[in-house]
């Protein structure tokens, strides 16, 4: 065996697949085109998730959007363990449908409902960085642009002003419409969402999900590569993880570990 011949262990996404998604192939197609990635579907009817090291809920149009988008994905066996996991702080992102599903399935506050001007918008569209430090962003600094497209008929943002408050106060915004210059205009909102909010998190910042697509803009022949930002900002986040809940586990296993390295320092 050659001296750099090292076997990689790639960071598992599922990618859900409820009946009615149709963007859970951009997902798998995105995450397994970057090194050190690798998505596989998981059907809405399993029930666990712990082989996978993040989550992954597409756009499309789970269970038709009867009733209302992603009111009936919230039922799917599958949830159980997407918000059991969730909960115990994996990586959970929705992207489109995504959103909808986590924000009924009330791991997202606030909800989506009918775009402003009543028609669906298909385009190209640019968010603002508001928050470096998630998961999700870390590797892009705040103001940064992202050049990602939408695709939606129900993407208008809504939440209560209590809750709104709550999430500028929290930086859970992580992601607002801008124009080209980055700024905060009502033209460049595609869709009516309140104060122009694209994606936010909860409070413990491991649940994101955004109403534009990085999976299709995650390619330069797609016209941008700006949403693997998002994807490999997600892959750091386990690899920082990882490296720490090994040396807490070095520590509790070897204690002398500990007067060793007091030592060392």
Known sequence: MQPDARIKIAMKFAVIQFPGSNCDQDCVAAINGLDGLQAE?????????????????????????????GAIARFSPIMKAVISDARAGKLVLGTCNGFQVLCEAGLLPG????????????????TRVEVDDSPFTHGCPKGTLLRLPVAHGEGCFFADPQTLSELNANEQVILRYADDQGRIVPKANPNGSIENVAGICNRERNVFGLMPHPDRASDPQLGSSDGAKIFLSMMETIRTTRSTNSTERIKQACPQFNSVADAVA
């Open 111 to 126: 909800a989506l409902v009918r775009n402003r001007s009543l028609r669906f918008v298909c385009d190209m569209v640019t």
């Open 41 to 69: 579907y998981v059907w809405h009817r399993e029930i666990s998730l712990d082989n996978f090291d993040a989550i992954v809920l597409p756009g499309g149009f789970a269970y038709g959007d009867y009733l209302r988008c």
